[in-house]
């Protein structure tokens, strides 16, 4: 993996003054690329870690913490589809346009940098929410976890049956059965 990444690196010391903006515009878009993909990747993993804590089986039931971090992954999820759909819109309405004028593939084109405001501030917008929900997430956890360890858990939503209890005398059934305190069974 590491080669694959080198490989993509132009040598540094080779770059020169007529390459250099293409140069950095390459880095560029490989960089924020790349970035994109593993913000889809933490958010659905963040998508992830909130459905461990969802409370019923049957039915979705999360815990009210954990509303507004999911609200910010979804907006996270639909700012990066946002920006990839305006993109590809505005760009291929500015392709086309300059097509239809029979424009040489090498022309030089002016295009305002007013087209890419929308598709810079999603860009900020979607990790900006990441980072929001993942601290949110992290203070939850971390709440949890203080909780737990506080009152001990084990005691506290786990009743014990100890095999004696059941009447068992036999050494191939485990000493201890742990069952949450709310089962029927």
Not at 2 to 11: D, I, N, T, V, Y
Not at 14 to 29: P, R
Request: glycine share 4%; proline share 3%; charged share 20%.
């Amino acid at each position: 993996m590491l080669m694959l990444w080198r490989s993509h690196q132009p040598k540094r010391n080779t770059v020169n003054t007529t390459s250099s903006i293409l140069y950095l515009q390459d880095e560029f878009n490989y960089f924020s690329g790349q970035a994109s993909t593993i913000s889809r990747q933490i958010a659905l993993g963040g998508l992830a870690i909130i459905w461990i804590f969802n409370e019923r089986k049957e039915s979705v039931s999360l815990p009210h913490e954990l509303t507004f971090p999911l609200l910010l992954i979804l907006a996270s999820l639909a700012a990066d589809l946002l920006q990839y759909l305006y993109g590809s819109i505005v760009w291929g309405v500015i392709h086309d346009r300059h097509e239809r004028k029979r424009a040489s593939e090498n022309s030089t084109i002016y295009v305002s940098r007013l087209f890419d405001t929308p598709t810079w501030l999603l860009f900020v917008a979607k990790f900006l929410c990441l980072i929001i929900a993942y601290a949110q997430l992290f203070i939850f956890i971390n709440q949890r976890i203080t909780e737990d360890a506080s009152a001990g858990t084990h005691k506290n939503e786990y009743m014990i049956i100890r095999k004696s209890h059941l009447g068992i005398d036999s050494t191939t059934y485990v000493d201890t059965l742990y069952l949450p305190k709310n089962s029927d069974e």
